[in-house]
């Protein structure tokens, strides 16, 4: 007989599953990481003999947690200096997609109230079942159903109709980056769809974009600009890299800031153009490049 797990054992099996529960749910993987150290705590405390399912159990707590810390989150947010993106989550080529949750189905997700994110992203994307979430967040299993139902309505059309290869999408987020600092207005517009929208998250800690800039006229408008008063190369790429389910790189911009740039794609053309520069959700990013050579300079 073999002996009994120990619980540090059956809680480290878990929590990958719940880093990205927990990361989905705040977008901050500095705050998911507090929470599921959190839930390690409290598990440490519970009579495991009376837990059935250890992965629903586990899930509960966290997304319970993660409700409580959307509350003072969302305050936050309404004090927060310009657009917010999540903190971006770096994949690397031969890892995994697990929920296929790009970053623009987590901006829709935001426009979700707490209770319809929560039974979204349990039920749609982490496949626990209804009867489950409804024991998670203390509803009964027809409100639960009529909470997904919304929350599935909302974020729809967020969804890409078609997933990008990721050759293709490494090609357009290297096309993008040399036609938007060389000045080739050109080869920048044939990249851009005509609707396409321009967000950066600065935090008010560095110089960002406060609103989001609309349509590819106005996009061009723009590169045209920095490139006049910056000159030809004022960016230096450091690395292609899929952000959130999404083609990009790092980079270093005017100024010698480092920022994160992700491409949303559709059709061949760039719809969403999503750049991270608040050096606060860029830690994890800055110590890598210390660490490791870049891929591509």
Known sequence: MSPPEAPADIFEAQRPRLLRLAYRMLGSRSEAEDVVQDAWL?????????????????SRIVTRLCLDEMKSARARRETYVGEWLPEPLVMTPDEPDHDDLTLTLMLALERLSPLERAAFLLHDVFGVALDE???????????????????RRHVQAARPRYPVARADGDRIATAFFAASTSGDLGALQALLARDVVLQADGGGKVLAFRRPILGAARILRLFAGLNRKFGD????????????????????????VLQTTALAIEDGLITGIYITR?????????QAQQQEPPLLT
């Open 42 to 58: 409290r598990w440490r405390q519970v009579d495991r003999g009376e837990v059935r399912s250890v992965p629903a159990f586990l």
């Open 133 to 151: 979430v409804a024991v998670t967040l203390d509803r009964d299993a027809a409100a639960v159903r009529q909470l997904a139902v919304r929350a």
């Open 233 to 256: 190369g004022w960016a230096s790429m450091i690395q292609l890299l899929w952000i959130d389910g999404l083609p990009g790189y790092v980079s270093y911009e005017r100024g010698n």
């Open 278 to 286: 608040n050096p606060d959700k860029l830690h994890r990013i800055a």
